[in-house]
Structures are given as structure tokens and as C-alpha cells.
């Protein structure tokens, strides 16, 4: 039985893989702020101000967030929609 051709792989540019990184990392902060600032009280008018604990707990969301994404998910989010991954 022969093997089925398959499309040569075409790379990915720079641009479009910082692009994506960049989209992922906005959504993701503003998504995991918002939430943690709601539930410690730090939500304010103009969006969320944090400070010790709860900054910290928005910078492990977004740590944890490309690891389980990238590495378990096949991509984030916006690596699947730009066709980075």
C-alpha cells in the first residue's frame, strides 16, 4: 500500500506568530484581570487596578494559560485562528 501525498508544510511568518502572541496575551490579561479584580475588589470604573496577591494570581492565569493551551490544546486560541498552529 502506498503512502498518501500530503501538502508540503509552508512556515508560518514572524509576524503573523508575534501577532498571535500578542492577541493572546491582550485577551487573556483583560479576561483574567477583570475576573480576579471582581472577586478581591479591585475592579474600579475605569477597568481594574491589582497589587500583591492578586497581580500575581493574573500573571499565573496568563503563564498558565499559553502552557495548557499551547502545549495540551494544540495552540491558544489565537495561534487556531491565525493558523499559527
Known sequence: MT?????????VSTARKVF????????????AGYAVARLTGGATEEG???????AFAVFAVVVLYFIVFSRFLGGTLFQRLLGVR
Not at 503512502?3 to 512556515?11: D, F, S, Y
Not at 498571535?20 to 479576561?31: E, G, M, P, Q, V
Open 48 to 54: 481594574f487596578e491589582l497589587k500583591g496577591m492578586p
Open 3 to 11: 503512502q498518501p501525498e500530503t501538502a508540503p508544510v509552508r512556515p
Open 20 to 31: 498571535a502572541a500578542i492577541l493572546d496575551f491582550l485577551f487573556i490579561f483583560i479576561i
